[in-house]
C-alpha cells in the first residue's frame, strides 16, 4: 500500500508476446454468456396460459351471459346508482380528510388534552366496524328526537327533529366521514412526522410565521408521503359505499342487488358492479398518478 499522497498506479495489461495476440484483442475475444433464467421462463409460460384459459372461459362461458350484462351496464337505473356511489364517495373523502387534518394536529400538538383527545377519536373509530357506525347515526333518532342548542346542562333555545334532520343519505355520508377521519389523521400525522424537524427550526430562525411554515414547507413534502396512502384510503371508500345497501341507499351495489333479485340474472348484475368499480378505480388511479408527479417536483426518485 502506498503511504504517499499520489494516485493509485494501475497495473497494465502485460505486453504481447511473439505470436500471441495483444491483452486487449484477448478480453475482446471472450464470449460473454449471460445468466440463465430457466424458471423465470417457466412461470411465465404458465401464467400465460392461465390467463388465457381464464380469459377463454369468459368469453365461452354462456353461465357469464354476456348479453344480458350489456343490456343493463348503461341502464338509467344503474348510472344514477353510479351517481349516488360517487356523491357517497366525494363528501365522505372532502369532510373526512377535513376532520382528519384536524385531529392530526391536535395529535401533534403541544397539548397534552389535545393529543388524549385525538388518540381516543382515532381508537374509537378504527375500533369499531363501519358498519356498526352507519346502522348506529341510521337510528339516531331512537337515542335522541331531538338536538338542542342553548346553555350547557340547561335550557335550550334552538332545537332540531333529528327524524327529519338526519336521513339515510346523511347518515351514511356522516358515518363514512367519521370513518375515513379516523384513518386520515393518521395518514396526515405519519406524513407530517416525515419532514426534517431541522427545516422547521430554520424557518423559525428566519421568522416565518408557523402557518406558513406549514402551507409553504411542511405540506409540500409531507403530501409525498401522504398521497400513495391517501389514494389507497379514497379507493377503499369508494368500494366501501356497498356496505350502505344495508340502509336502503340507492347506491351501485344496492340497485344491482334489486335488479337480480326481480330477473334472477346474478352473475350478469354482479359483473356489472364489478366493471363499474374497476373503472372508476382506474379512474381514480390515473388521477393518483398524475398528482403524484405534481408533488414528486425536484424530488430524488
Given at each position: 500500500?502506498?503511504?504517499?499522497?499520489?494516485?493509485?498506479?494501475?497495473?497494465?495489461?502485460?505486453?504481447?508476446?511473439?505470436?500471441?495476440?495483444?491483452?486487449?484483442?484477448?478480453?475482446?475475444?471472450?464470449?460473454?454468456?449471460?445468466v440463465r433464467h430457466p424458471w423465470r421462463w417457466v412461470?411465465?409460460a404458465a401464467t400465460t396460459v392461465l390467463l388465457a384459459?381464464?380469459?377463454?372461459?369468459?368469453?365461452?362461458?354462456?353461465?357469464?351471459?354476456?348479453?344480458?350484462?350489456?343490456?343493463?351496464?348503461?341502464?338509467?337505473?344503474?348510472?344514477?346508482?353510479?351517481?349516488?356511489?360517487?356523491?357517497?364517495?366525494?363528501?365522505?373523502?372532502?369532510?373526512?380528510?377535513?376532520?382528519?387534518?384536524?385531529?392530526?394536529?391536535?395529535?401533534?400538538?403541544?397539548?397534552?388534552?389535545?393529543?388524549?383527545?385525538?388518540?381516543?377519536?382515532?381508537?374509537?373509530?378504527?375500533?369499531?366496524?363501519?358498519?356498526?357506525?352507519?346502522?348506529?347515526?341510521?337510528?339516531?333518532?331512537?337515542?335522541?328526537?331531538?338536538?338542542?342548542?342553548?346553555?350547557?346542562?340547561?335550557?335550550?333555545?334552538?332545537?332540531?327533529?333529528?327524524?327529519?334532520?338526519?336521513?339515510?343519505?346523511?347518515?351514511?355520508?356522516?358515518?363514512?366521514?367519521?370513518?375515513?377521519?379516523?384513518?386520515?389523521?393518521?395518514?396526515?400525522?405519519?406524513?407530517?412526522?416525515?419532514?426534517?424537524?431541522?427545516?422547521?427550526?430554520?424557518?423559525?430562525?428566519?421568522?416565518?410565521?408557523?402557518?406558513?411554515?406549514?402551507?409553504?414547507?411542511?405540506?409540500?413534502?409531507?403530501?409525498?408521503?401522504?398521497?400513495?396512502?391517501?389514494?389507497?384510503?379514497?379507493?377503499?371508500?369508494?368500494?366501501?359505499?356497498?356496505?350502505?345497501?344495508?340502509?336502503?341507499?340507492?347506491?351501485?351495489?344496492?340497485?344491482?342487488?334489486?335488479?337480480?333479485?326481480?330477473?334472477?340474472?346474478?352473475?350478469?348484475?354482479?359483473?356489472?358492479?364489478?366493471?363499474?368499480?374497476?373503472?372508476?378505480?382506474?379512474?381514480?388511479?390515473?388521477?393518483?398518478?398524475?398528482?403524484?408527479?405534481?408533488?414528486?417536483?425536484?424530488?430524488?426518485?
Amino acid at each position: 500500500m502506498s503511504l504517499t499522497s499520489d494516485p493509485p498506479v494501475h497495473p497494465q495489461a502485460p505486453p504481447a508476446t511473439a505470436g500471441q495476440p495483444p491483452a486487449a484483442d484477448a478480453y475482446a475475444a471472450l464470449k460473454i454468456v449471460p445468466v440463465r433464467h430457466p424458471w423465470r421462463w417457466v412461470a411465465v409460460a404458465a401464467t400465460t396460459v392461465l390467463l388465457a384459459q381464464f380469459l377463454h372461459g369468459l368469453i365461452t362461458n354462456p353461465g357469464w351471459e354476456w348479453d344480458v350484462f350489456a343490456r343493463f351496464v348503461t341502464t338509467e337505473t344503474i348510472l344514477r346508482a353510479v351517481w349516488v356511489t360517487l356523491q357517497l364517495t366525494f363528501y365522505g373523502t372532502v369532510i373526512g380528510f377535513a376532520l382528519g387534518i384536524a385531529l392530526a394536529v391536535m395529535r401533534l400538538s403541544a397539548s397534552p388534552f389535545l393529543r388524549a383527545v385525538s388518540y381516543a377519536y382515532v381508537w374509537a373509530f378504527r375500533s369499531i366496524p363501519l358498519i356498526v357506525q352507519l346502522l348506529f347515526w341510521f337510528n339516531l333518532a331512537y337515542l335522541y328526537e331531538e338536538i338542542r342548542f342553548g346553555i350547557p346542562f340547561g335550557p335550550g333555545f334552538v332545537s332540531f327533529d333529528t327524524m327529519n334532520l338526519v336521513g339515510a343519505m346523511s347518515a351514511a355520508v356522516l358515518g363514512l366521514a367519521l370513518h375515513q377521519a379516523a384513518y386520515a389523521a393518521e395518514i396526515v400525522r405519519g406524513g407530517v412526522l416525515a419532514v426534517d424537524s431541522g427545516q422547521l427550526e430554520a424557518a423559525a430562525a428566519l421568522g416565518i410565521p408557523r402557518l406558513r411554515q406549514l402551507r409553504r414547507i411542511v405540506l409540500p413534502q409531507a403530501m409525498r408521503s401522504i398521497l400513495p396512502n391517501a389514494a389507497n384510503e379514497i379507493i377503499s371508500l369508494f368500494k366501501g359505499t356497498s356496505i350502505v345497501s344495508v340502509m336502503a341507499i340507492g347506491e351501485l351495489f344496492y340497485q344491482v342487488q334489486v335488479v337480480y333479485g326481480r330477473n334472477g340474472r346474478v352473475v350478469p348484475l354482479l359483473m356489472v358492479a364489478t366493471v363499474w368499480y374497476i373503472l372508476l378505480t382506474t379512474v381514480l388511479s390515473v388521477l393518483q398518478h398524475y398528482v403524484e408527479r405534481h408533488y414528486a417536483k425536484g424530488a430524488v426518485r
